[in-house]
């Protein structure tokens, strides 16, 4: 099943719920490199669609801002399984698998409901920048680059979205960013980020947008 495909940042964010203290210049770097982007839906990349997305990981202990392929890569090709979600059952049975993560930084993201098609914006408010959990892995490029690949960590949606969609991103608290960056992988870990996540399911709503695909598509 197709999940989340396609997310927005807005770099007229207002408020960060990103990061448990707000680090000026990974916001600094975000407002930039969306006003760059130019009101793009960020999808993932591909053969074709070359995007590399900003994404928050930890150099040395401090987050830091880093632009990723998303999507897995394997032997310098896009991976042929389904690799730009992942699901949160895998990561609870295989713990390994969240070796490295990061936290993708998002205003919205969008999900299509069936049978209506009618797409629709899934976020925290108007303004707000958040986290989506996501885990990582280095992986060469078709043009021999290497650079880091995110998947981003899928759960199933609360009774009040799941009539849109049935899977929703794990959503990172600012007050966890620092755990689901730096803690050693583990059951308990991936645990407590669906508990922490869960604490934000009242506050999520989804809105219609009539289309997905047209050339006003973030703003």
């Not at 007050?175 to 508990?195: H, K, N, T, Y």
């Not at 219609?208 to 047209?214: A, F, L």
Request: hydrophobic fraction near 40%; include cysteine.
């Amino acid at each position: 099943m197709r999940m989340c495909a396609s997310y927005g940042l807005d770099p007229r964010f207002t408020d960060a719920e990103l990061l448990a203290e707000a680090d000026e210049a990974v916001l600094e770097g975000l407002r930039s490199w969306a006003a760059g982007n130019a009101g793009e839906t960020l999808r993932p990349t591909g053969r074709n669609l070359r995007n590399l997305n900003p994404v928050v990981r930890f150099d040395e202990g401090a987050p830091t801002l880093e632009h990723a392929w998303w999507g897995f890569l394997v032997d310098g090709k896009p991976a042929r399984f389904p690799s730009i979600n992942t699901r949160s059952e895998r990561l609870q049975e295989q713990p390994g698998k969240a070796r490295g993560r990061a936290i993708v930084p998002t205003t919205g993201w969008f999900e299509m409901q069936k049978p209506s098609r009618v797409w629709h914006e899934f976020g925290l408010g108007s303004g707000i920048l958040f986290g989506m959990a996501a885990v990582t892995q280095r992986g060469r490029t078709p043009d021999g680059d290497w650079v880091t690949c995110y998947s981003i960590v899928m759960r199933p949606a609360p009774e009040h979205l799941a009539g849109i969609h049935d899977r929703m991103p794990v959503l990172v608290p600012s007050a966890f960013a620092d755990d689901w960056l730096g803690a050693d992988p583990s059951r308990e870990l991936i645990d407590q980020a669906l508990a922490e996540a869960s604490r934000l399911d009242e506050r999520v709503a989804a809105v219609p947008r009539p289309d997905d695909k047209g050339p006003q598509t973030l703003f």
